[in-house]
């Protein structure tokens, strides 16, 4: 119910309850399949990393991934979009991929790396993974319909 009134104010799009999760497009399949995979990566990161002793480069690789996907997703929609609007909350979570991007960059540089940088990249890493998580989950309980 939450969701519905925080995304229910867009003009071009009708947020709507998905009754069957058969429904869904090919395209939908294919993103949700992807979801999936990525959140599996990363329990086995944590794994892979404790076993290896190098959590923190792992860790930061996948937390660098991460937030280059995020901005290279961000800048292609900007591309492909006409009217560009860019709102505060936007701005901030980009800032923050930026903080990211360096932050993991000088924890792959520097591995015996201050404890405030592990501390960063450790929540980070868990931010990443329960935004993938409800993005799963809003994905398949909600379906966007274009009305444009």
Not at 18 to 43: E, R
């Amino acid at each position: 119910m939450i969701l519905k009134d925080i995304f229910s104010h867009l003009p071009a799009t009708k947020l709507t309850r998905q009754t069957n999760h058969f429904s869904m497009s090919t395209t939908d399949k294919w993103i949700t399949i992807i979801v999936v995979g990525i959140i599996v990566i990363y329990p086995g990161v944590l794994i892979a990393g404790a076993a290896a002793h190098k959590l923190l480069s792992l860790i930061s690789v996948v937390n660098f991934v991460t937030a280059i996907g995020i901005l290279v997703y961000w800048l292609q929609h900007q591309i492909r979009i006409s009217q560009h609007v860019i709102d505060l909350p936007e701005i901030v979570v980009l800032c923050i991929e930026a903080g990211v991007i360096t932050c993991a960059a000088l924890a792959l540089k520097n591995l015996q790396s201050d404890g405030w940088l592990k501390i960063i990249q450790y929540i980070v890493f868990g931010i990443h993974t329960l935004g993938l998580i409800c993005f799963l989950l809003f994905m398949l309980f909600f379906e966007m319909n274009r009305t444009v």
